[in-house]
């Protein structure tokens, strides 16, 4: 593998909606007819968020600015009919998808279906202020809370047939992100059998549920973990790829300009440890829709602190309002922002000591389960956690001290990068 040493690159990606804009219109077009054909009770966690907009004023305010601010040529669709028009009409469109898993279409996934009802409006001065409302945000969690219960029943498994995510083409989509496939198994439907844990004789192949397919495991031996004794090698902590590498972080930044750089103390929270990363190094690389979810230690160590830092779920900087991505083009703003989780791992070599891992969570995908505790000893490898309904982005941070050589596996960090395989070598530490 080739080694290169990377400074403050930074590029924009996102993959959780369709690029083709007109299929999103579309979409949300098939959505509006379904609310206003059949309109229904709102679901109680709706109905709450509702009275909380109506009743407090500033967020009033800020709910219809929103839709107000939107440019006259987003608010049409292709079929001459406005699509997402106020609050009462996102509310309900918000409504429909309570019950519905997202369901595979080789044209265009739209994979957050909520972030495509929100789309325009948080490009917005008004969405901007709005979905950084800590109330707003707490309302917005409980509805995510209870969508997950549906993701997580049975029922959501509608969607894993021959039809859908376990038919032919999906398949063939999955297998396009694993960076081993033609290598190991050219049979698109085979390379998912002998990847990941399932049964194809089981109805749904053994999924539980739409959540359970999405935090599906590999079979051991899958994804081998490089120079396990080594500890001077760093392995990848998700199957992702490479969004930046910026080196000489600050405590404090600007993050909400079109640069989005780093700032420290924002992103972790203001946590006590903050100044032992202070000038350090952050490498991020986001998930795609069909990656794989969980997270697992890049080092061998011990747990020293993990937990999940509350955020926002729908907030994108304004330096790329109208992102046709959702928030997915912030992806450095949200690492300040978005619900996070934070493991602090002391590692056994002591030309690493302290690092962070730092997944976020964004829009719909902000389920962040930790399942590792404080005071555990941990092997590369080991598995921390994973976001539930999909995936997102995440960081690693060293210390100022940590000189790092980085292994991208060819690739230069940006819009034509693809997933490198967790638990291989992304970097090698000097000596210090």
């Given at each position: 593998?080739?080694?290169?040493?990377?400074?403050?690159?930074?590029?924009?990606?996102?993959?959780?909606?369709?690029?083709?804009?007109?299929?999103?219109?579309?979409?949300?077009?098939?959505?509006?007819?379904?609310?206003?054909?059949?309109?229904?009770?709102?679901?109680?966690?709706?109905?709450?968020?509702?009275?909380?907009?109506?009743?407090?004023?500033?967020?009033?305010?800020?709910?219809?600015?929103?839709?107000?601010?939107?440019?006259?040529?987003?608010?049409?669709?292709?079929t001459g009919k406005p699509q997402?028009?106020?609050?009462?009409?996102?509310?309900?469109?918000?409504?429909?998808?309570?019950?519905?898993?997202?369901?595979?279409?080789?044209?265009?996934?739209?994979?957050?279906?909520?972030?495509?009802?929100?789309?325009?409006?948080?490009?917005?001065?008004?969405?901007?202020?709005?979905?950084?409302?800590?109330?707003?945000?707490?309302?917005?969690?409980?509805?995510?809370?209870?969508?997950?219960?549906?993701?997580?029943?049975?029922?959501?498994?509608?969607?894993?047939?021959?039809?859908?995510?376990?038919?032919?083409?999906?398949?063939?989509?999955?297998?396009?992100?694993?960076?081993?496939?033609?290598?190991?198994?050219?049979?698109?439907?085979?390379?998912?059998?002998?990847?990941?844990?399932?049964?194809?004789?089981?109805?749904?192949?053994?999924?539980?549920?739409?959540?359970?397919?999405?935090?599906?495991?590999?079979?051991?031996?899958?994804?081998?973990?490089?120079?396990?004794e080594d500890d001077s090698v760093?392995?990848?902590?998700?199957?992702?790829?490479?969004?930046?590498?910026?080196?000489?972080?600050?405590?404090?930044?600007?993050?909400?300009?079109?640069?989005?750089?780093?700032?420290?103390?924002?992103?972790?929270?203001?946590?006590?440890?903050?100044?032992?990363?202070?000038?350090?190094?952050?490498?991020?690389?986001?998930?795609?829709?069909?990656?794989?979810?969980?997270?697992?230690?890049?080092?061998?160590?011990?747990?020293?602190?993990?937990?999940?830092?509350?955020?926002?779920?729908?907030?994108?900087?304004?330096?790329?309002?109208?992102?046709?991505?959702?928030?997915?083009?912030?992806?450095?703003?949200?690492?300040?922002?978005?619900?996070?989780?934070?493991?602090?791992?002391?590692?056994?070599?002591?030309?690493?000591?302290?690092?962070?891992?730092?997944?976020?969570?964004?829009?719909?995908?902000?389920?962040?389960?930790?399942?590792?505790?404080?005071?555990?000893?941990?092997?590369?490898?080991?598995?921390?956690?994973?976001?539930?309904?999909?995936?997102?982005?995440?960081?690693?941070?060293?210390?100022?001290?940590?000189?790092?050589?980085?292994?991208?596996?060819?690739?230069?960090?940006?819009?034509?990068?693809?997933?490198?395989?967790?638990?291989?070598?992304?970097?090698?530490?000097?000596?210090?």
């Open positions: 593998m080739k080694h290169t040493e990377i400074e403050n690159v930074q590029f924009r990606v996102g993959k959780w909606l369709p690029s083709d804009q007109l299929i999103l219109e579309k979409w949300l077009e098939k959505l509006v007819k379904e609310v206003n054909d059949n309109e229904k009770p709102l679901h109680p966690v709706i109905q709450a968020f509702k009275e909380l907009i109506e009743h407090d004023a500033e967020i009033f305010m800020l709910f219809n600015q929103m839709f107000d601010q939107v440019p006259a040529k987003y608010k049409i669709s292709p997402v028009r106020d609050y009462h009409h996102m509310l309900n469109m918000i409504n429909a998808v309570m019950t519905k898993a997202p369901e595979y279409d080789s044209s265009g996934l739209v994979g957050l279906p909520i972030n495509a009802i929100l789309d325009w409006s948080m490009g917005t001065n008004g969405g901007f202020a709005a979905y950084l409302n800590k109330n707003v945000n707490i309302h917005l969690k409980r509805i995510l809370n209870e969508w997950s219960i549906y993701l997580k029943s049975y029922d959501s498994c509608s969607v894993l047939t021959d039809k859908g995510w376990l038919g032919e083409e999906a398949l063939k989509a999955l297998a396009a992100m694993d960076p081993y496939f033609q290598e190991n198994s050219p049979d698109p439907k085979q390379n998912f059998i002998d990847n990941f844990k399932c049964n194809p004789d089981q109805p749904y192949w053994g999924f539980t549920s739409w959540d359970d397919f999405f935090t599906r495991e590999f079979n051991s031996g899958k994804r081998p973990i490089a120079s396990p760093i392995v990848n902590a998700c199957e992702a790829a490479p969004y930046r590498v910026a080196t000489n972080i600050s405590r404090h930044a600007k993050f909400w300009i079109k640069a989005q750089p780093y700032s420290l103390e924002h992103m972790l929270a203001n946590d006590e440890l903050v100044e032992k990363f202070v000038g350090g190094t952050v490498y991020q690389a986001f998930l795609c829709a069909k990656s794989y979810h969980r997270w697992h230690a890049p080092v061998n160590g011990t747990i020293v602190k993990a937990y999940v830092k509350e955020g926002s779920y729908y907030s994108e900087t304004l330096a790329k309002a109208f992102d046709p991505c959702g928030n997915k083009e912030s992806q450095g703003y949200i690492t300040e922002v978005a619900t996070r989780a934070l493991i602090f791992i002391e590692s056994d070599n002591p030309d690493i000591g302290l690092m962070c891992v730092m997944p976020v969570g964004m829009g719909e995908v902000s389920s962040c389960e930790i399942t590792v505790y404080e005071g555990q000893k941990v092997k590369k490898g080991d598995q921390l956690g994973s976001f539930h309904y999909g995936g997102s982005t995440h960081c690693l941070i060293f210390g100022s001290h940590v000189k790092l050589v980085f292994d991208l596996h060819g690739q230069t960090p940006g819009l034509a990068s693809t997933n490198i395989p967790i638990n291989v070598r992304i970097a090698t530490v000097k000596k210090n």
